[in-house]
């Protein structure tokens, strides 16, 4: 969950709704530069605006922390205007409506999370541990991405796991092999076409607790935690306090209120992020520890977490071995260690004396 893709040139809005500045633009020259108008990336990189992607993200977030700003400027502005009409369309209507005209105007600029490369644990046919469930997309964890993303790897995910997950349920559901052999059968596409008639899923009876209510603008506090404590340049101190303020959310959503439900899963999925991050004491791919800023390979492992376990690493994403109890756990554990709810995540493999060595209970 540690592992958060961030694209480097999202326009800087006042209302802050991502609109992604193509990373073809830097192919095309365009250059990043501070609010002053001093060209920063070549300080950071050899291939300065044309380095890959995490690397321009801590390039641009460095040098809005040096800067004091919440954002940069990428300087389209060295080709005419009709070039950039022809090439980038969608780009210069936005930037237009937004009263900004990259011919002339440098756009404001900032990184955005845009991809989590960690997720729900499935096996190659999006199986998770729970029978029955599966998981397709970017909620999934397929181990296809490891530490880093190429862009566009959403495709596999989405389209070659979905048709796996979906002749996976099929094959389980029918239970005879049959279902996809038919499916097969008829070159159709989607399973919802082909099954109008199999029966439907049956749906316990829910029962209803008593709400913890969603925080009034909880997703505008949730994001300023996260970018302030999980950005692309992290550190124990900014993820140990994003921790503390994260404790203020709820995070159970048993109530008939999605909005609640939902920021109980938002806080869930930003602790485990955190968690995660904070356990992980090293640098790799686009986790980056500013107190850890090397790679170790002590840690070429994925961390899971799962309900009523300690977290454990394991070597590949999909091997779907079982939990360890804590009394096999490969690594030394404080049995002392105080539990949320009944998870806990504990930093591994290295247990460290001071901060990081406590528990990071994650409900
Ligand atoms: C700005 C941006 C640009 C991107 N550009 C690229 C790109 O160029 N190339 C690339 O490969 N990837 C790109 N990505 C990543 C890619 O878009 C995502 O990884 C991909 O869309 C994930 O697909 P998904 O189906 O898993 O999830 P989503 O596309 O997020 O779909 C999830 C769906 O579930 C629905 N949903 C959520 N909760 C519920 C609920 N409780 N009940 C019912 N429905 C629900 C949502 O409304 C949504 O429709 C981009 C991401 C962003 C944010």
Do not use: S, W
């Given at each position: 969950m540690?592992?958060?893709q961030f694209h480097p040139t999202v326009l800087h809005t006042r209302e802050g709704q991502g609109f992604l500045i193509s990373e073809a633009t830097r192919g095309e020259g365009a250059t990043l530069r501070t609010p002053g108008g001093t060209r920063f990336m070549p300080a950071y990189d050899p291939r300065a605006e044309l380095a890959p992607r995490d690397v321009v993200t801590r390039g641009i977030y460095d040098a809005m922390r040096r800067?004091?700003?919440n954002h940069v400027?990428?300087?389209?502005?060295?080709?005419?205007?009709?070039?950039?009409?022809?090439?980038?369309?969608?780009i210069c209507t936005r930037c237009l409506a937004e009263g900004i005209d990259p011919a002339t105007d440098p756009i404001?600029?900032?990184?955005a999370a845009h991809y989590l490369m960690g997720g729900i644990r499935t096996d190659i046919n999006g199986a998770t541990s729970l029978a029955g469930l599966y998981a397709a997309g970017e909620c999934a964890c397929t181990g296809v991405h490891g530490a880093n993303r190429l862009a566009s790897n959403s495709l596999l995910e989405c389209l070659v796991f979905g048709r796996r997950c979906a002749d996976a349920a099929l094959e389980q559901w029918t239970g005879d092999g049959k279902g996809k052999a038919a499916w097969q059968a008829t070159g159709v596409e989607y399973a919802a076409c082909l099954y109008p008639s199999l029966p439907p899923l049956p749906v316990p009876h829910l029962t209803y607790h008593t709400p913890p209510v969603a925080p009034p603008g909880w997703r505008s506090s949730l994001a300023a935690i996260m970018s302030t404590g999980a950005g692309p340049l992290r550190s124990a101190d900014r993820l140990l306090e994003a921790l503390r303020r994260l404790e203020a959310?709820?995070?159970?959503?048993?109530?008939?209120?999605?909005?609640?439900?939902?920021?109980?899963?938002a806080a869930l999925v930003a602790r485990l992020i955190v968690a995660h991050s904070l356990a992980r004491e090293e640098s790799r791919g686009a986790h980056r520890r500013v107190d850890f800023p090397q790679t170790d390979e002590a840690w070429q492992v994925h961390l899971v977490s799962r309900r009523g376990t300690r977290p454990y690493p394991v070597a590949t994403v999909t091997e779907m071995d079982h939990p360890q109890p804590a009394t096999d756990y490969p690594y030394p554990v404080d049995h002392q260690l105080p539990v949320w709810g009944d998870w806990c995540l504990l930093p591994v493999p290295q247990l460290r004396n001071g901060p990081l060595a406590e528990a990071y209970p994650v409900p």
């Open positions: 540690e592992f958060v800067e004091g700003t400027l990428l300087d389209l502005t060295h080709h005419p205007a009709a070039y950039l009409k022809l090439r980038f369309p969608t404001p600029v900032a990184p959310f709820p995070m159970q959503g048993f109530a008939p209120d999605p909005e609640t439900i939902t920021a109980a899963n």
